[in-house]
């Protein structure tokens, strides 16, 4: 997260929220939605995410993570896991003048994205799924909404 003090005196806060379908070309490139845009300051990371979907990270929020990451013991095998996961599927993407960047194959496949994709503003991140996969995983949690509410209650959401 990253907090601003506006003239005011008031603190802004830069996040990302909202969800919009786009199209992806054949080259693999997608606009990034107009509001996203001035937030990623024309260049950030895309690695794997969780759930089949991709994250895409501005570049300050991406140095934080992973410096997280490497820093996790190399001890344990998840640990390993994980930021290897994380770290070896990034890619830093530029935004071009018409607010569109590329994603690469690998990640594309990781992702099984096909023409319309989802680019899901999720406070400092945006996720990036197939359109179909979010459609699903949304319904899905819709249904179990009252119980995934009781376990964030219980983390004093």
Do not use: C, H
């Not at 969780?50 to 991406?62: A, G, I, M, R, V």
């Not at 490497?70 to 770290?87: C, D, I, V, Y």
């Not at 945006?126 to 009781?150: G, L, P, V």
């Amino acid at each position: 997260m990253w907090i601003k003090v506006g003239k005011s005196g008031k603190l802004a806060t830069n996040m990302f929220i909202g969800e919009y379908t786009i199209s992806m070309d054949a080259k693999g490139r997608i606009a990034v939605p107009a509001k996203f845009r001035l937030k990623l300051n024309a260049s950030a990371v895309v690695t794997r995410g969780l759930d089949q979907s991709l994250f895409l990270y501005p570049k300050q929020e991406w140095e934080l993570l992973a410096a997280k990451l490497s820093a996790l013991p190399l001890s344990k095998a998840s640990s390993r896991a994980f930021a290897r996961l994380m770290l070896a599927g990034a890619f830093e993407v530029d935004i071009d003048r018409q607010g569109r960047m590329i994603i690469p194959d690998y990640l594309r496949k990781f992702a099984s994205l096909t023409k319309k994709v989802v680019a899901a503003g999720l406070y400092n991140r945006i996720e990036i799924w197939d359109e179909q996969a979010w459609q699903n995983y949304k319904s899905n949690t819709e249904r179990e909404s009252s119980s995934i509410a009781e376990g964030l209650g219980e983390l004093g959401v």
